[in-house]
């Protein structure tokens, strides 16, 4: 038996072996360079179907009304609410990659922050149409920015939903300026890089001139930070008015102030579910497994597990609170989510969201691409239905038995459902094929032995 001592406080490289800058460079860009094959073609028409079946449903909304939609009195909300809430779900999980695991100085974040800035605009594009449907009158939404105007009609402020606007709006423009300027030095290598006139023009205006210079370096990082203090407090920021929109009423089971904290947990959940899921395909149909370890997918799925007890715990304590309240109103809301009508959604997001994650604490799983794969996609299935639960449950039987009733999806519901997945995967197939999915310039720098003098 050796006696030879082990280190257990050095660090597992972020980057498998010791690849140099060109093949570096080259295995990021190969999809970017080579032309696409079939599987790819395959994939992008089902999304492309899958979106445009998801447009026509829009369209026939808007062109006939929202009576297409299942959606009553007293269930006003239904699926457009309810995707609209997942979605901006979805979009938290790049900014907390990227801004504060930049902030933390955490360098397993280089192979998969990328990636996950783009999810992140690309959910939060699928957010947006879903408001926008359910005005009813899709050609006003100006009504609800505070532009001037000669006759002094302004918004109300006072609306959680105006709230909205202004959270959602701000978080996309950082979030894209975020993304943009991680690029930057991205789009220089390329357009070094590149032969064709096109491509080296279009990288060339992209990238701004950029020389990869000491100066121009020291204000890059200097603009990174600064991007990176501005986005953190935007992902507490934006979910927590989100629920706001549920929150500030008196409805019960809504009217709770463990909201913000749990929607946002929530979020981070289901955001990082769904960039596991796309991350375990781009790995192995790019070559990116050096870039993109099972040590990168085994540290989200380990922060999985902190969010998911987290939501696991919000659930406890709303029976908890609807018990210790004494309000019959708020026992009521609680009982009929879990024995009511909608019962069998319920126990779908409890297994979900509750008993499916705690899987991850056997390692084996964790570091299992089939398993990790199986448990995120029930983990964005469960955070689908915990929206679903939320809204129909607390609508559809209120305080007077005269008014009750039922929500039943139409196939234009369902349809701008699949049309939302389609819009996101086709961004996604497309940006994987016109811009670097891992950082280059990051994952030059956190190559062992790329800094020797650095610890």
């Avoid at 460079?25 to 992008?44: C, N, Q, S």
């Avoid at 979030?175 to 390329?190: K, Q």
């Avoid at 811009?435 to 990051?442: G, K, M």
């Amino acid at each position: 038996m050796s006696t030879a001592a082990i280190d257990y406080t050095q660090e597992i490289p972020v980057v498998e072996g010791k690849p140099k800058a060109a093949e570096i460079d080259a295995t990021v860009a190969a999809p970017l360079d080579e032309f696409p094959k079939r599987a790819w073609w395959i994939t992008f028409a089902v999304t492309a179907s899958m979106l445009a079946f998801g447009a026509y449903c829009a369209f026939m909304t808007v062109f006939e009304g929202l009576g297409l939609w299942g959606i009553n009195i007293p269930v006003a909300w239904g699926f457009d609410i309810t995707n609209f809430v997942f979605w901006i779900g979805i979009g938290h999980a790049g900014t907390l990659i990227s801004a504060i695991l930049f902030l933390l100085r955490q360098h397993w974040r280089t192979g998969v922050a990328r990636f996950a800035e783009a999810m992140t605009i690309f959910a939060v594009i699928c957010a947006g149409v879903f408001p926008i449907l359910h005005l009813g009158r899709p050609w006003l939404p100006l009504y609800l920015t505070p532009y001037p105007n000669q006759h002094g009609i302004w918004i109300n402020f006072m609306s959680p939903l105006v709230w909205d606007v202004f959270a959602v709006s701000t978080y996309f423009t950082v979030s894209l300026v975020f993304w943009y300027t991680g690029l930057i030095p991205d789009l220089a290598t390329l357009r070094d890089r590149t032969t064709g006139k096109v491509k080296k023009t279009i990288y060339s205006i992209f990238s701004l001139g950029w020389r990869h210079s000491n100066r121009h370096w020291r204000h890059y990082e200097r603009a990174y930070l600064i991007l990176a203090g501005f986005a953190t407090p935007l992902v507490l920021s934006v979910h927590t008015i989100v629920s706001f929109d549920f929150a500030v009423s008196v409805l019960p089971g809504w009217h709770s102030t463990i909201f913000p904290p749990y929607f946002v947990a929530g979020a981070v959940f289901s955001g990082f579910a769904m960039v596991q899921n796309v991350l375990i395909f781009v790995r192995q149909s790019f070559k990116l497994k050096h870039f993109i370890t099972l040590n990168h997918l085994e540290k989200m799925n380990q922060i999985m597990i902190v969010t998911g007890s987290m939501v696991a715990y919000a659930y406890l304590m709303e029976f908890f609170i609807a018990w210790y309240s004494g309000n019959e109103f708020e026992r009521f809301a609680f009982i009929n989510r879990a024995l009511g009508p909608y019962a069998w959604a319920y126990w779908v997001m409890v297994c979900c969201n509750v008993l499916a994650p705690q899987l991850f604490w056997i390692k084996k799983i964790r570091r299992s691409i089939p398993a990790m794969f199986v448990i995120g996609v029930l983990v964005n299935v469960g955070m689908w239905f915990e929206r679903f639960v939320i809204i129909i449950t607390s609508l559809h039987r209120d305080f007077l038995p005269s008014s009750w009733g039922m929500y039943y999806p139409t196939i234009y519901d369902i349809g701008i459902l699949i049309g939302s997945f389609g819009l996101f995967f086709t961004l996604i197939l497309i940006f994987v094929r016109v811009l670097p999915v891992v950082s280059i310039f990051e994952t030059k720098a956190v190559t062992e032995g790329a800094q020797p003098g650095h610890h």
